[in-house]
């Protein structure tokens, strides 16, 4: 909610009720009466009756003011009411009148006509020409009107009250304390009063007695400034962060200067689409357009609509480009799902299970390496046999050669492979992008290069090793299939690509599990109706297999199939981590949250468990992992024996440091991790947009924002399609008041409903 300084609450004037005005007399009537006597008494004189009642039809003619509208009110107060001498009831109307301007909104003719009261006639209450004086935002002579008022017994707390509001205005702190507490003594004197629990609450709010604003608030002694009364009530209920009943308080009128505090309590409970329409209605009223604008960018941000947001932004910094970047000042924070256990194991199901990154990280993991065609190097070794005996050496020897070269690539590519499979994905993936250099046509190179990049979370990478893949041996569709999966991860379009490998699918007759590829692209194309077509029937027994169809039992909700799957895949791979939590999710899917954890405890002090694709394996181990310690509550214990690892010296150092830093980020212990992913990219030389990405993380959970740009940057060029880099980017450019470059990350992400799972902002409220 937007909390305003303590000076733009309230000016109170005197009531209306307390202090009714005569009324004026009509002289019309009175006229009336003596010519009606006059009449009885000369019935004679029909001439002049008839003059009479012309006059008296003029005279009720001139006397319609109430009728008109605030314009005509304006034009004749300006035109005829300048007098040197106003009488008291004339100036009670008048200031009644300049009220109404005020209120509705004519402001200049309104101040002009306070001013013009104000200094007219020295019979005016000190008391109205102090409020006027406020009006016309001239606060030391108001506070001056004010004292001789309250010298004078005239609305001595309102005035100590008002006299407050002014001293904060002009930032005097000392002289407001004297009025405030002045307020106080005068307060027992107005028990009577209609205002007497309007007066309490403002003291106390001012006083900054919160808890105690509420009661007069909810019990008050009269029916005015029930808009004011409102406002303040959803201030101090925001302030205590109960926005339901700060909505409910500002809801029970339809003052449009109350859209943007109601849109920002929308906003505070998630309710964007709700706080947009305030922000929207607010800007079309003309009511503080700037602000209308920089809350909806806001909006338009958490909505994941960033396109959007830049257009608001523009605007906003169009209209007034100061007051747009002094406006909500933000500052970027961490993902209350990375330390929050609740939080955690409410969206557990959802971001492991139900979310496509997740599942396709899935999908990677157990996806199989390939290994080289020894009939290509025995058919290249065969033919350069035959060139030599007939005599063509030259083109004999470069066939044997070729068979030379592919042995030894296809020898470090076997080493890759059995590195990989022992979860050792970054020592596979140096070891496939040195051979690259040595070879550009061999398909199961790049197919085994893009699977570890897929592993480690860089997807832009994985997609440029796929394709290559594909295009290299359109038959090897599985690469086609997960150049499909890493292109949508990439947040690109996909479509020709997916007609491509349908097309070679079609076409390929020889294919044996051509069944399989059709739904795994079905998958992608969110067609869950074919897909599980297949996977009911499905009687294959192959992990990548296993992991598909449980994947899409969970989607259609076929916990039976979930849990036979997952089962399935454990007793295949029993010691395997990811399989062991799978099959412990599925045995307790319909049961509460801590029912699951206490099973992962229990699992997880048992000692069968292969945790080396927590220490070096891929992305989404060590995701899933963290997560189903995080709800199980055991995050230290898994500390603990990381940095055991560490000490022992026998492991590989990267991978242990790697699991240790992102554990870090779950525990809180930001600086330790910031510390390990430092030592992880300047001593090991480990850039990867992952690691540089977790980087940045830590950085801002350290407070080191201007280390976290520089990572980000890094991690951009190394990825350009992450839009999490890309968010938090845009996010801390806004924190640092450069608009222009936090627009340019926007227009990279667009309007794709993206929504960040490591990052989030805070609007920096100022103090009720």
């Known amino acids: 909610m937007d909390n305003k300084e303590l000076e733009n609450i309230i000016i109170l004037e005197e009531d209306d009720k307390k202090k009714q005005p005569e009324k004026e007399v009509n002289t019309s009537k009175i006229s009336k009466k003596k010519k009606n006597i006059l009449f009885i008494i000369i019935l004679a004189v029909a001439l002049l009756i008839v003059v009479i009642v012309l006059i008296i039809i003029l005279i009720k003619k001139s006397n319609t003011k109430d009728n008109l509208n605030i314009n005509q009110i304006t034009q004749k107060i300006i035109s005829k009411e300048k007098l040197s001498y106003y009488a008291p009831i004339k100036l009670e109307t008048l200031i009644k009148k300049a009220n109404i301007l005020y209120a509705n909104g004519d402001k200049k003719e309104a101040l002009k006509l306070f001013t013009e009261i104000a200094s007219s006639n020295e019979s005016i209450s000190n008391y109205n020409i102090g409020v006027a004086k406020m009006k016309e935002k001239k606060y030391k002579e108001a506070i001056k009107y004010f004292k001789i008022a309250m010298?004078?017994?005239?609305?001595?707390?309102?005035?100590?009250?008002?006299?407050?509001?002014?001293?904060?205005?002009?930032?005097?702190?000392?002289?407001?304390?004297?009025?405030?507490?002045?307020?106080?003594?005068?307060?027992?004197?107005?028990?009577?009063?209609?205002?007497?629990?309007?007066?309490?609450?403002?003291?106390?709010?001012?006083?900054?007695?919160?808890?105690?604003?509420?009661?007069?608030?909810?019990?008050?002694?009269?029916?005015?400034?029930?808009?004011?009364?409102?406002?303040?009530?959803?201030?101090?209920?925001?302030?205590?962060?109960?926005?339901?009943?700060?909505?409910?308080?500002?809801?029970?009128?339809?003052?449009?200067?109350?859209?943007?505090?109601?849109?920002?309590?929308?906003?505070?409970?998630?309710?964007?689409?709700?706080?947009?329409?305030?922000?929207?209605?607010?800007?079309?009223?003309?009511?503080?357009?700037?602000?209308?604008?920089?809350?909806?960018?806001?909006?338009?941000?958490?909505?994941?609509?960033?396109?959007?947001?830049?257009?608001?932004?523009?605007?906003?910094?169009?209209?007034?480009?100061?007051?747009?970047?002094?406006?909500?000042?933000?500052?970027?924070?961490?993902?209350?799902?990375?330390?929050?256990?609740?939080?955690?194991?409410?969206?557990?199901?959802?971001?492991?299970?139900?979310?496509?990154?997740?599942?396709?990280?899935?999908?990677?993991?157990?996806?199989?390496?390939?290994?080289f065609n020894a009939n290509q190097t025995i058919e290249f070794i065969r033919k350069g046999s035959i060139g030599l005996s007939i005599g063509e050496t030259k083109n004999a020897l470069m066939l044997l050669s070729q068979s030379s070269n592919i042995s030894k690539i296809n020898k470090k590519i076997s080493i890759g492979v059995e590195k990989a499979l022992n979860h050792k994905i970054l020592d596979a993936n140096k070891i496939f992008n040195s051979l690259k250099n040595k070879t550009s046509n061999h398909s199961v190179l790049y197919y085994d290069l893009g699977l570890t990049y897929a592993q480690m979370g860089d997807y832009t990478l994985a997609y440029k090793n796929f394709i290559k893949s594909y295009h290299l041996n359109s038959s090897n569709h599985l690469a086609g299939v997960f150049a499909i999966f890493t292109k949508e991860l990439m947040h690109?379009?996909?479509?020709?690509?997916?007609?491509?490998?349908?097309?070679?699918?079609?076409?390929?007759?020889?294919?044996?599990?051509?069944?399989?590829?059709?739904?795994?692209?079905?998958?992608?194309?969110?067609?869950?109706?074919?897909?599980?077509?297949?996977?009911?029937?499905?009687?294959?027994?192959?992990?990548?297999?296993?992991?598909?169809?449980a994947i899409i039992a969970k989607n259609i909700k076929k916990n039976n199939l979930f849990l036979m799957k997952a089962k399935e895949l454990y007793l295949k791979i029993p010691k395997d981590m990811m399989a062991n939590i799978i099959y412990i999710y599925a045995?307790?899917?319909?049961?509460?949250?801590?029912?699951?954890?206490?099973?992962?405890?229990?699992?997880?002090?048992?000692?069968?468990?292969?945790?080396?694709?927590?220490?070096?394996?891929?992305?989404?181990?060590?995701?899933?992992?963290?997560?189903?310690?995080?709800?199980?509550?055991?995050?230290?214990?898994?500390?603990?024996?990381?940095?055991?690892?560490?000490?022992?010296?026998?492991?590989?150092?990267?991978?242990?440091?790697?699991?240790?830093?992102?554990?870090?980020?779950?525990?809180?212990?930001?600086?330790?991790?910031?510390?390990?992913?430092?030592?992880?990219?300047?001593?090991?030389?480990?850039?990867?947009?992952?690691?540089?990405?977790?980087?940045?993380?830590?950085?801002?959970?350290?407070?080191?924002?201007?280390?976290?740009?520089?990572?980000?940057?890094?991690?951009?060029?190394?990825?350009?399609?992450?839009?999490?880099?890309?968010?938090?980017?845009?996010?801390?450019?806004?924190?640092?008041?450069?608009?222009?470059?936090?627009?340019?990350?926007?227009?990279?992400?667009?309007?794709?409903?993206?929504?960040?799972?490591?990052?989030?902002?805070?609007?920096?409220k100022k103090e009720l």
């Open 492 to 549: 690109k379009n996909n479509q020709k690509l997916i007609e491509e490998v349908i097309s070679d699918l079609t076409l390929n007759h020889k294919i044996k599990n051509k069944k399989f590829y059709f739904a795994l692209i079905d998958f992608a194309k969110n067609n869950l109706i074919s897909s599980s077509a297949f996977s009911v029937n499905d009687n294959s027994d192959n992990s990548l297999n296993l992991i598909f169809d």
């Open 151 to 371: 010298q004078n017994g005239q609305n001595r707390c309102i005035s100590a009250i008002n006299s407050a509001v002014c001293a904060l205005k002009i930032g005097n702190k000392k002289l407001f304390k004297y009025y405030i507490d002045l307020a106080q003594v005068y307060l027992p004197f107005e028990t009577k009063a209609p205002l007497y629990s309007y007066c309490v609450a403002l003291i106390n709010y001012y006083h900054r007695y919160y808890f105690e604003t509420i009661i007069p608030l909810d019990h008050r002694s009269s029916k005015y400034y029930n808009d004011a009364q409102d406002y303040i009530q959803a201030k101090i209920f925001s302030f205590f962060h109960d926005n339901l009943k700060a909505i409910n308080s500002l809801e029970k009128n339809d003052d449009l200067k109350n859209e943007i505090t109601l849109g920002l309590l929308y906003d505070s409970i998630g309710d964007y689409s709700i706080a947009l329409k305030h922000f929207i209605r607010s800007f079309k009223a003309g009511i503080a357009p700037v602000r209308s604008k920089k809350a909806m960018a806001l909006t338009y941000i958490k909505m994941g609509l960033f396109k959007s947001s830049v257009n608001a932004l523009k605007d906003c910094l169009d209209i007034n480009k100061s007051k747009c970047l002094q406006l909500y000042p933000l500052s970027i924070s961490l993902n209350p799902l990375l330390y929050d256990v609740k939080l955690a194991q409410k969206d557990f199901e959802k971001d492991i299970f139900l979310n496509k990154e997740n599942e396709y990280g899935l999908l990677f993991y157990y996806a199989p390496y390939k290994i």
């Open 587 to 764: 045995k307790n899917q319909n049961r509460p949250v801590a029912e699951y954890a206490k099973s992962l405890q229990k699992k997880f002090l048992e000692k069968d468990i292969d945790y080396k694709s927590l220490f070096y394996g891929s992305n989404i181990a060590k995701k899933i992992y963290i997560k189903s310690l995080q709800i199980s509550g055991m995050l230290y214990y898994a500390r603990e024996i990381l940095e055991k690892q560490l000490e022992d010296g026998n492991n590989d150092v990267v991978g242990v440091m790697q699991s240790l830093g992102y554990i870090d980020l779950y525990t809180k212990n930001y600086e330790e991790a910031y510390a390990i992913y430092n030592e992880l990219i300047d001593t090991y030389k480990i850039k990867n947009a992952r690691t540089l990405f977790l980087a940045s993380v830590a950085s801002i959970g350290a407070g080191h924002d201007a280390n976290a740009i520089a990572l980000l940057e890094l991690a951009k060029l190394t990825d350009p399609n992450n839009f999490e880099s890309r968010f938090a980017l845009g996010i801390l450019y806004l924190e640092i008041k450069n608009y222009t470059a936090a627009m340019i990350q926007f227009n990279k992400i667009g309007n794709s409903n993206f929504i960040s799972k490591y990052f989030d902002f805070k609007i920096m």
